[in-house]
Every structure is written in structure tokens, then in C-alpha cells.
T-cell receptor, first 116, second 112 residues
């Protein structure tokens, strides 16, 4: 499989549930990102992992917990979410800091999350 | 405050026309600027990436330009086709960190 994959593609969860979103990139990149896309709002960067180290956390509530076990996998653990967290969650990857790298981001298809 | 603005929010043109989409940003110290298209309910597809040192990039019927001094980028689409209908997003990445800011997008509709 190529590119950036995300599972599941759709998720419905109650406010007391715990679930995880998974992202995998097959591009050999060293940086991965989580974004949130809500209706009628610009895409919001949530977390950045560069060389498996978290380098950015844009004031995201603690009910979202990222995990990056290696440079190819990224998880977003969810617990006690609110209805306003319903959105499309997108994962992306890029190659950073190496000769010839341009920082071009490649996105996965997203997980459509509905919190009831 | 660093902001990225895309105007108009929506655009409808007949098939065959050439068109220009606009992206403006408030801070000229950018690292790169990337144009994407997004089809409804789908992820983003990268179209063109312009590095800070470049003035334009071309791919097929698409041409993106960058003018840092005026804080603007344009995406030119030649000979538009119904398959070009999508939302077009620009994203500005700043030098200071990995900070990336997206515009709200322009929803483009090409009428057959």
C-alpha cells in the first residue's frame, strides 16, 4: 500500500467512550501531523511529530492524546470527547531536514468522527 | 497574528474558462506555500508547492505564483473542466517552526 492511510474511515462514539485513530505512512517520511477539519472552519493543526518527537501542540485539549511509536505510525487516542469534537481528522506526513527535502505534505483520506 | 485568507469563498464558472484563485498571508517570512484540492468528504491532494525562494511552479494546466513582498499567491487554472470542481486550499508554512496555517478554501464549481 502506498501513500498515507488512515483507519477507521468513519467512527461514531459516545462521550464516555475511548477510541483511537490510526495513521500509517508508506513514504519514508520523518514527520507526521494530525489536523482537525470542522465544518466552515479552516483546517487546524493539532500535533506535529518530527523524528518521533512531538514538536508542536497547538493548545489541544487533553482529551486528545497523540502517540508516535515510530516514524511510520501515528495514533490519536480519544477519551471523554464532546459533541463539538465531531469533525474530519486528517493525518499528513512530510520529509524534513534532509538534503533535498521540501517539506511537502501528503495527506491521508481522513477519519470522519461523530461524537454523540 | 499570522493569517491566511482565500477570496472568494466560492466561485462558479463555465467549462473552458481560465481562472485565478487567490491566497493572501499576513507574514512574509514564509518557508513554503502549498496548494491542495479537496473533494467532498475526502483528504487533501497536493497540487503544487512553492519554496520561499521560488516565484512560481507549474504542473499541467496549473500554475502557482508567489509574491512574498505583497503577501500573495495565485493559482491559475487553464481551460477549466468539470473534473476541476473541488475546494482549493492554500497552506503557508512559516520559517520559525513547523507552524502551518491553512486558508478557508475556495469552493470551485465548473459548469458543463
Amino acid at each position: 500500500e502506498t501513500g498515507v492511510t488512515q483507519t477507521p474511515r468513519h467512527l461514531v462514539m459516545g462521550m464516555t467512550n475511548k477510541k483511537s485513530l490510526k495513521c500509517e505512512q508508506h513514504l519514508g517520511h520523518n514527520a507526521m501531523y494530525w489536523y482537525k477539519q470542522s465544518a466552515k472552519k479552516p483546517l487546524e493543526l493539532m500535533f506535529v511529530y518530527n523524528f518521533k518527537e512531538q514538536t508542536e501542540n497547538n493548545s489541544v485539549p487533553s482529551r486528545f492524546s497523540p502517540e508516535c511509536p515510530n516514524s511510520s505510525h501515528l495514533f490519536l487516542h480519544l477519551h471523554t470527547l464532546q459533541p463539538e469534537d465531531s469533525a474530519l481528522y486528517l493525518c499528513a506526513s512530510s520529509q524534513e531536514g534532509t538534503s533535498g527535502s521540501r517539506g511537502e505534505q501528503y495527506f491521508g483520506p481522513g477519519t470522519r468522527l461523530t461524537v454523540t | 497574528k499570522q493569517e491566511v485568507t482565500q477570496i472568494p469563498a466560492a466561485l462558479s464558472v463555465p467549462e473552458g474558462e481560465n481562472l485565478v484563485l487567490n491566497c493572501s498571508f499576513t507574514d512574509s517570512a514564509i518557508y513554503n506555500l502549498q496548494w491542495f484540492r479537496q473533494d467532498p468528504g475526502k483528504g487533501l491532494t497536493s497540487l503544487l508547492l512553492i519554496q520561499s525562494s521560488q516565484r512560481e511552479q507549474t504542473s499541467g494546466r496549473l500554475n502557482a505564483s508567489l509574491d512574498k513582498s505583497s503577501g500573495r499567491s495565485t493559482l491559475y487554472i487553464a481551460a477549466s473542466q468539470p473534473g476541476d470542481s473541488a475546494t482549493y486550499l492554500c497552506a503557508v508554512r512559516y520559517s520559525s517552526a513547523s507552524k502551518i496555517i491553512f486558508g478557508s478554501g475556495t469552493r470551485l464549481s465548473i459548469r458543463p
